[in-house]
């Protein structure tokens, strides 16, 4: 054998394998990119020209927020020793000596009902530091993910508060409960990369957030056109590809179940773009680049809780699934619910993440295969409903955790909002809301005029025919506001 492989001495210990290691921190790349800047460039283009700057700037606040919560104390509520069944102590993971160790997740060893180990401690071949990285750059786009439903009229102020609340008080009891030895991962539910602890806790959160928060102004919501398509584009590929490392790190290793999850990963997202396509032609005559963009989403959310437990033909399914039932929930139940009309869930983060990653957990509940479920899962001889045994009871927990998280998110994201509300408000003041970025953060992100000059309303004057929207002077400093421009 190579010495590269035998070669031992203190950055390189016996139990390192270096090729899990360097996957594991490219996965982790991966998904931080997903976030900064794929999630930052996607905000800023999906949204009206006026609220470019502050949607960009909520998700980059959030993924360095996340960061330095994560490692004060977060990662440890998440991963580290039990407090409760549904959370861990929180500690610092800091110090060297947790760092350099061998990663492990203390409360992952899974026992028999006669007390014999049926699963051993999970115990991934490299240092603590690339797990704690890992799981930072997931908590992070949870955030990222959930700030999608408040764009476009959430206090600033209120959401730098509101972050790190969340992250400790609602993101760690789930990642606890599901992936870091808590009562539902020792029960033997399947959440493979975050169809639950991610997606469908930002759904829900994001929606009830927006609930409390409050709507934007009428002309936002009637008119919201993004202001740079093909740059959305970028951001969604960003999105897309960063997957990979999004699920394909899940096993902790670069194996077999890794290259089952990246596969299965991009057949679902290709089949959901296409169906979501081709309902879009049916029904309005013409595809859509944001309902493309959206239907992959809704693929990559899928396949999330179970990408590296169902087959690919089931990937396909799974697909079609996701490019149909988000899509009716969108375009038409949406239209006839009064609280769906109700709520002013900025980018539809409910249809795209809590639609989506309920329908996953519950598909992965029918569809996960036995062989795939052994090479990876704690709990010995799970399988789907589909394939017999006791996959009825697989179904039943999917449905249980699913409630769980749905209640969890609701209760604490209310609580927290409801806690910031009485120090700072939840919503811009309507002064705020007319201008857009120029009042909240004194920057803009086009300049319309040549050399970077600014429109000043003294000079040019309020009217003009290339614009189809008019809006009120500015209190803080000249410039163009928030219009629309008429290509």
């Known amino acids: 054998m190579s010495e590269a492989y035998t070669h031992i001495s203190p950055a390189v210990p016996p139990w390192l394998n270096k090729g899990d290691n360097a996957w594991q921190l490219t996965a982790a790349t991966l998904v931080g990119i997903q976030s900064m800047p794929g999630l930052v460039i996607l905000y800023a283009s999906i949204v009206k020209k006026k609220w470019a700057v502050n949607s960009a700037f909520m998700a980059l606040y959030a993924f360095a927020a996340v960061l330095i919560c994560w490692v004060l104390v977060g990662y440890r509520m998440a991963f580290g020793d039990q407090l409760l069944p549904l959370w861990g102590k929180g500690a610092p993971s800091l110090g060297q000596k947790f760092l350099i160790h061998q990663a492990k997740v203390p409360k992952s060893t899974h026992y028999y009902d006669n007390g014999q180990v049926e699963s051993p401690t999970v115990e991934p071949f490299y240092p603590m530091a690339s797990l704690v990285y890992f799981q930072f750059t997931f908590a992070a786009i949870t955030l990222i993910l959930l700030a999608g439903s408040v764009l476009g009229r959430m206090n600033i102020k209120a959401w730098m508060a509101f972050v790190p609340l969340w992250l400790l008080f609602s993101y760690t009891v789930g990642a606890f409960s599901l992936w870091g030895g808590g009562f539902l991962y020792h029960w033997g539910v399947i959440d493979y990369s975050g169809g639950y602890v991610i997606h469908l806790s930002s759904g829900i959160a994001g929606f009830t957030a927006a609930y409390w928060v409050g709507p934007r102004l009428k002309s936002d919501r009637e008119r919201f056109p993004p202001n740079n398509v093909l740059l959305m584009l970028a951001g969604a590929g960003l999105l897309w590809m960063g997957w990979s490392g999004f699920n394909g790190g899940a096993p902790y290793a670069a194996n077999i179940n890794a290259s089952i999850a990246v596969l299965n990963t991009n057949i679902c997202a290709a089949t959901s773009l296409l169906v979501w396509t081709s309902l879009d032609v049916v029904f309005f005559g013409k595809p859509s680049v944001i309902g493309a963009v959206q239907g992959m989403m809704t693929g990559l959310v899928c396949i999330t809780p179970g990408a590296g437990l169902v087959q690919s033909w089931a990937a396909i399914v799974m697909g079609i ?143 003009s025919s290339s614009y189809n929207e008019e809006i009120a002077p500015s209190p803080y400093i000249n410039g163009a506001r928030g219009v629309t421009i008429n290509l």
């Open 321 to 463: 699934v996701s490019g149909s039932v988000p899509w009716v929930s969108m375009m038409v139940l949406h239209k006839k619910s009064s609280l769906l009309q109700k709520v002013d869930d900025t980018l539809g983060v409910f249809h795209t993440h809590a639609v989506a990653g309920l329908l996953g957990g519950l598909l992965t509940g029918l569809l996960a295969e036995p062989a795939l479920c052994r090479l990876i899962l704690p709990v010995g001889n799970s399988r789907g409903a589909f394939y017999g045994g006791n996959g009825g009871i697989q179904f039943v927990k999917q449905v249980v955790a699913a409630l769980f998280v749905i209640g969890w998110n609701i209760v604490s994201t209310t609580t927290i909002l409801l806690g910031i509300r009485l120090f700072i408000p939840l919503r811009m003041p309507d002064d705020q809301l007319m201008i857009g970025d120029d009042a909240v953060h004194g920057e803009e992100a086009y300049a319309l005029w040549g050399d970077g000059e600014k429109y000043d309303p003294t000079r040019h004057g309020w009217h």
